[in-house]
């Protein structure tokens, strides 16, 4: 009953920038906290960063100043402006949220994630 869709995922080289967006949709009462993951080939699934319904955010050590998430909470969305990429942020990025719904199927509140997008930043 609901669904994030991530997009903005692609090829830059380093130095370049992108922008990722993930938009909720579907039986939402409420949206907690919203935040971005990443996993490299090889490795364990890493927070990046975090955003509160509040405004409150944080950020992984290795993204800081480089990385903004934002929120539109009147869209159920939240963004991801990434500059100054380096090889290293190579992965494929996921959405996660944590959401109040209401449905036939499901009500309660649970961790929702998107679909992934791959990220690859080349040398």
């Known amino acids: 009953q609901v669904q994030l869709v991530v997009s903005g995922g692609g090829l830059v080289q380093a130095g370049g920038s992108l922008r990722l967006s993930c938009v909720a949709s579907g039986s939402i009462v409420a949206i907690n906290t919203m935040a971005w993951y990443r996993q490299a080939p090889g490795q364990q699934r890493e927070l990046v960063a975090t955003?509160?319904?509040?405004?409150?955010?944080n950020y992984a050590d290795s993204v800081k100043g480089r990385f903004t998430i934002s929120r539109d909470n009147a869209k159920n969305t939240v963004h991801l402006q990434m500059n100054s990429l380096k090889p290293e942020d190579t992965a494929v990025y996921y959405c996660?949220?944590?959401?109040?719904?209401?449905?036939?199927?499901?009500?309660?509140?649970?961790?929702?994630w998107g679909q992934g997008t791959q990220v690859t930043v080349s040398s």
């Open positions: 955003a509160t319904s509040g405004g409150s955010t």
């Open positions: 996660s949220a944590r959401i109040a719904s209401y449905g036939a199927i499901y009500s309660g509140t649970r961790d929702y």
